[in-house]
T-cell receptor
């Protein structure tokens, strides 16, 4: 069956360290993958999109990699801050205009 | 503010009630979506509308009935719901290049409607 897994339900790190979140998928061949941030009681907010022919994408302190052989994406936040604490969701395109989301990783950055 | 608004923000209803959720996008997008988010579960896509035509329906029970009267508005009509339908219902929009193209664009989400079915 098709599955999207994000590495852990929760991740705790110290301020200033790099947070690395993992998204693994099986039985998909997505043309692109997206990462979103969701704060409690709010809708997800788009962060980055990476296409299958791109290995890496950066935006300020964020970096995303996409390995279609390993069927994995890594999401990095460098110099993390307490304000980065949130749930991070990965999403794959799985149909015309359709996205399928992982269950998310809750990141807590300790001051 | 993402440019996508949803009303009401909170809704409590009995199993025999009929209610509607409303979504409006002010971004000029041509696709709109309904998602369900339950505790401890991933976002589940319910319906996709592209240029006011329903292009995807993810085996959603008929007690949920979507309506898209124009490209800016999307409704979800609810009737005879079950307690397990209690969840956060999220609306989103995106801009595609044409009806036949894949959505290679980000989705913009509203704040959601927190629904409780008693």
């Amino acid at each position: 069956s098709q599955k999207i897994e994000q590495n852990s339900e929760a991740l705790n790190i110290q301020e200033g360290k790099t947070a690395t979140l993992t998204c693994n998928y099986t039985n998909y061949s997505p043309a692109y993958l997206q990462w979103y941030r969701q704060d409690p009681g709010r809708g997800p907010v788009f962060l980055l999109l990476i296409r299958e022919n791109e290995k890496e994408k950066r935006k300020e302190r964020l970096k995303v990699t996409f390995d279609t052989t390993l069927k994995q994406s890594l999401f990095h936040i460098t110099a993390s801050q307490p304000a980065d604490s949130a749930t991070y969701l990965c999403a794959l395109n799985t149909g015309r205009r359709a996205l399928t989301f992982g269950s998310g990783t809750r990141l807590q950055v300790q001051p | 503010e993402t440019g996508v608004t949803q009303t009401p923000r909170h809704l409590v209803m009995g199993m025999t009630n009929k209610k509607s959720l409303k979504c409006e996008q002010h971004l000029g997008h041509n696709a709109m979506y309904w998602y369900k988010q339950s505790a401890k579960k991933p976002l589940e896509l319910m319906f996709v509308y592209s240029l006011e035509e329903r292009v995807e329906n993810n085996s959603v029970p008929s007690r949920f009935s979507p309506e898209c009267p124009n490209s800016s508005h999307l409704f979800l009509h609810l009737h005879t719901l079950q307690p397990e339908d209690s969840a956060l219902y999220l609306c989103a929009s995106s801009q595609g290049h044409s009806v036949g193209s894949d959505g290679y664009n980000e989705q913009f989400f509203g704040p959601g409607t927190r629904l409780t079915v008693l």
